[in-house]
């Protein structure tokens, strides 16, 4: 249990970084009062495709900082903790996917700030559930819906100086991401066996001296399943100058009915 809630803890870790170099950024830009706009998304012209890697980078303001800073860590703590092998292609693919739609889409004005990214992680998370329909992923998809639900209003053309078109990228983005990821892979915690806990297999050098001495040294191996799987047979031969296979299987017995 303790080993789960500091796994559950570092989940949020990388998110928190990220934030954290956002906000390097953002402050540095406050003190050399320089304007990276220009480092943003500029749909449909070539130089504006350096922004897919740097828009997310640039923000307008601190109220335009702190907006995706919450998000962004929470959303990313989720995703690591509930899909942590695919995690990384998660990110990378929403990160890139949805500054490439925005080039596409956007209107002719520079697009900047890391709200694509956090409507691709929301949309991931949301759309696996829906896709997935196991009780984990559906459980995460009804917290963003709480948690997040304003997000759609975001899609639409409220206000001029709101990049919708982004906010629709990153949708996209992540119901791309949930589509081209196997998420109902989780990973295995650290010390614990690939092997499932219902199968076994064990390879023992067993010594014999009713066989003779041409057959001291006899490998064998078990192979231990629950009751409910068809187990497989395992064949083990003798180390003597015939040959010699053995059979061992192991099952365990069901539990008496009540």
């Keep these: ?7 559950f803890a570092y989940s949020f870790l990388p998110g928190t970084l990220f934030v954290l170099l956002l906000c390097l950024i953002s402050f540095l830009t406050y003190l050399t009062d320089a304007d990276l706009v220009w480092l943003g998304v500029l749909p449909r ?6 922004g897919i890697v740097t828009g997310p980078l640039v923000h307008s303001g601190l109220t335009h900082l702190l907006s995706n800073a919450f998000p962004l860590v929470l959303l990313s703590g989720f995703i690591l903790f509930q899909y942590r092998k695919t995690a990384g292609q998660v990110f990378l693919l929403v990160y890139v996917l949805s500054g490439v739609l925005t080039w596409f889409i956007g209107r002719q004005a520079y697009h900047i700030g890391a709200s694509g990214v956090v409507y691709g992680l929301a949309g991931f998370l949301l759309f696996n559930g829906l896709i997935r329909r196991d009780r ?4 995460v998809s009804l917290a963003v819906l709480f948690l997040y639900g304003g997000l759609f209003y975001g899609l639409f053309p409220n206000e001029e100086r ?3 078109e ?4 990153g949708m996209i983005a992540g119901l791309v991401a949930s589509l081209a990821t196997d998420s109902r892979q989780k990973t295995t915690p650290a010390g614990e066996p690939d092997e499932p806990a219902s199968k076994l297999n064990l390879n023992h050098p067993h010594l014999s001296s009713t066989l003779g001495a041409a057959y001291n040294n006899i490998h064998i191996i078990y192979t231990i399943t629950s009751s409910s799987e068809k187990p497989k047979v395992i064949y083990a031969g003798s180390a003597g100058p015939e040959e010699n296979t053995t ?12």
Excluded at 45 to 50: K, T
Excluded at 136 to 139: E, K, P, R
Excluded at 166 to 169: D, E, T, V, Y
């Design 136 to 139: 984990g992923s559906w459980a």
């Design 45 to 50: 012209h070539f130089f504006g495709l350096i």
């Design 162 to 164: 709101i990049s919708w």
């Design 247 to 258: 059979t061992n299987i192991i099952t365990p017995a069901s539990p008496p009915a009540s």
């Design 1 to 7: 249990m303790k080993e789960e809630n500091s796994r």
């Design 166 to 169: 982004g906010h629709i990228g």
